[in-house]
């Protein structure tokens, strides 16, 4: 039996999820006087999802006539205020190449610590919201307020893409595509910010034209060649390739990814077979993610001292107190942003 207190509601649930959370509990029952039956349901919808939890509510009396009236509004502010008090172990780390100019660019590769996310496999600063990933919205919003703090950028300038693990590139300012994996831009204060877990995030940016993109790049999306596409709209605004500068974020290494002959066979299409290792035990094959969009990088231009390929690529796999990975810890697992924007 665990007490919590607290003269702040929402605090209270929060407390009270998390106590859950750290226990992989996922029942919940409530009981409190008629009056506050309401708030209490408010505040749960608010701070946890019905895709994790299992609610049941009792009200200690009979169940009143007139349902109170809730200011949900207000409530959902409470709580973003409530979110932004709560402490973390550790302060939000950020890994930042030293290859990126930082007069012209802010970026860096968040890892998953300093977030407020409390279900395993979200611990705790996953960045991507989506529903069945079962953490709530304001958490999400509360975990990308927190980067934004700690890389100086305004929260609401964090602008992801619609990830279909594909190679369309959206350029900021025109017309959305339905769905994309990389972005580029040449306005000032938009934070483009491309998710990772195992799948690689690559980072652009050229100090000259002042332009800048990212792209999503899994094993889809490098053999789909993102990396490519991402170059080819850059020099469309006007770079040229040997200026364009490029760091490859974290991701699952070769010795921790196979695919089966036929996806690999894929790689072999684009003249990427160095990036394949068979291991006949199994009959698949390694896959090297970081050595495939390396290779792209250099056929398409990019000068091999312009590419930042060790300063974060660590293994998502191999590092659980640094990084998300869906290869790891199945589903839901959380997402790590690597992220670039021009100076406003
Ligand atoms: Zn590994």
Same mark, same amino acid.
């Given at each position: @039996?665990?007490?919590?207190?607290?003269?702040?509601?929402?605090?209270?649930?929060?407390?009270?999820? !998390?106590?859950?959370?750290? !226990?992989?509990?996922?029942?919940?029952?409530?009981?409190? &006087?008629?009056?506050?039956?309401?708030?209490?349901?408010?505040?749960?919808?608010?701070? @946890?999802?019905?895709?994790?939890?299992?609610?049941?509510?009792?009200?200690?009396?009979?169940? &009143?006539?007139?349902?109170?009236?809730?200011?949900?509004?207000?409530?959902?502010?409470?709580?973003?205020? @409530?979110?932004?008090?709560?402490?973390?172990?550790?302060?939000?780390?950020?890994?930042?190449?030293?290859?990126?100019?930082?007069?012209?660019?802010?970026?860096?590769?968040?890892?998953?610590?300093?977030?407020?996310?409390?279900?395993?496999?979200?611990?705790?600063?996953?960045?991507?919201?989506?529903?069945?990933?079962?953490?709530?919205?304001?958490?999400?919003?509360?975990?990308? !307020? !927190?980067?934004?703090?700690?890389?100086? %950028?305004?929260?609401?300038?964090?602008?992801?893409?619609?990830?279909?693990?594909?190679?369309?590139?959206?350029?900021?300012?025109?017309?959305?595509?339905? *769905?994309?994996?990389?972005?580029?831009?040449?306005?000032?204060?938009?934070?483009?910010?491309?998710?990772?877990?195992?799948?690689?995030?690559?980072?652009?940016?050229?100090?000259?034209?002042?332009?800048?993109?990212?792209?999503?790049?899994?094993?889809?999306?490098?053999?789909?060649?993102?990396?490519?596409?991402?170059?080819?709209? @850059?020099?469309?605004?006007?770079?040229?390739?040997?200026?364009?500068?490029?760091?490859?974020?974290?991701?699952?290494?070769?010795?921790? %990814?196979?695919?089966?002959?036929?996806?690999?066979?894929? %790689?072999?299409?684009?003249?990427?077979?160095?990036?394949?290792?068979?291991?006949?035990?199994?009959?698949?094959?390694? *896959?090297?993610?970081?050595?495939?969009?390396?290779?792209?990088?250099?056929?398409?231009?990019?000068?091999?001292?312009?590419?930042?390929?060790?300063?974060?690529?660590?293994?998502?796999?191999?590092?659980?107190?640094?990084?998300? &990975?869906?290869?790891?810890?199945?589903?839901?697992?959380?997402?790590?942003?690597?992220?670039?924007?021009?100076?406003?």
């Amino acid at each position: @039996m665990q007490t919590f207190h607290s003269e702040s509601n929402p605090e209270l649930i929060f407390l009270a999820k !998390r106590h859950l959370d750290d !226990r992989n509990l996922e029942s919940i029952f409530i009981t409190s &006087s008629d009056d506050k039956i309401h708030m209490w349901k408010a505040l749960t919808n608010i701070l @946890m999802t019905a895709r994790q939890y299992e609610f049941s509510f009792k009200t200690l009396g009979e169940a &009143s006539e007139i349902e109170p009236e809730i200011d949900l509004k207000h409530l959902q502010e409470e709580c973003r205020e @409530m979110l932004k008090t709560i402490n973390t172990n550790e302060p939000i780390r950020i890994i930042k190449s030293p290859l990126i100019p930082k007069d012209i660019f802010y970026h860096g590769y968040t890892t998953r610590i300093g977030g407020v996310s409390s279900i395993a496999g979200l611990k705790s600063l996953n960045l991507l919201y989506i529903t069945k990933k079962k953490d709530p919205k304001i958490v999400i919003e509360e975990n990308v !307020r !927190r980067v934004a703090e700690a890389g100086n %950028f305004k929260p609401e300038s964090f602008t992801t893409p619609l990830v279909d693990h594909g190679n369309i590139v959206w350029q900021t300012g025109t017309p959305k595509p339905e *769905v994309y994996d990389g972005m580029v831009t040449v306005e000032q204060g938009i934070t483009l910010a491309a998710p990772g877990a195992d799948c690689l995030d690559l980072i652009f940016a050229d100090p000259i034209k002042k332009c800048c993109g990212v792209a999503h790049s899994g094993w889809k999306g490098t053999v789909s060649e993102i990396a490519k596409e991402v170059i080819k709209k @850059m020099t469309e605004l006007g770079s040229n390739t040997q200026d364009i500068l490029v760091t490859l974020g974290p991701g699952v290494e070769g010795s921790c %990814f196979v695919l089966g002959t036929k996806d690999a066979q894929k %790689f072999k299409d684009i003249s990427l077979s160095e990036c394949l290792k068979y291991n006949e035990k199994d009959d698949n094959y390694h *896959v090297d993610l970081f050595k495939a969009n390396l290779k792209i990088l250099e056929r398409n231009g990019i000068l091999p001292e312009n590419i930042d390929s060790t300063t974060a690529t660590y293994c998502t796999v191999c590092n659980p107190d640094l990084f998300f &990975s869906c290869v790891r810890d199945k589903t839901p697992f959380g997402n790590q942003f690597g992220y670039i924007g021009l100076h406003a």
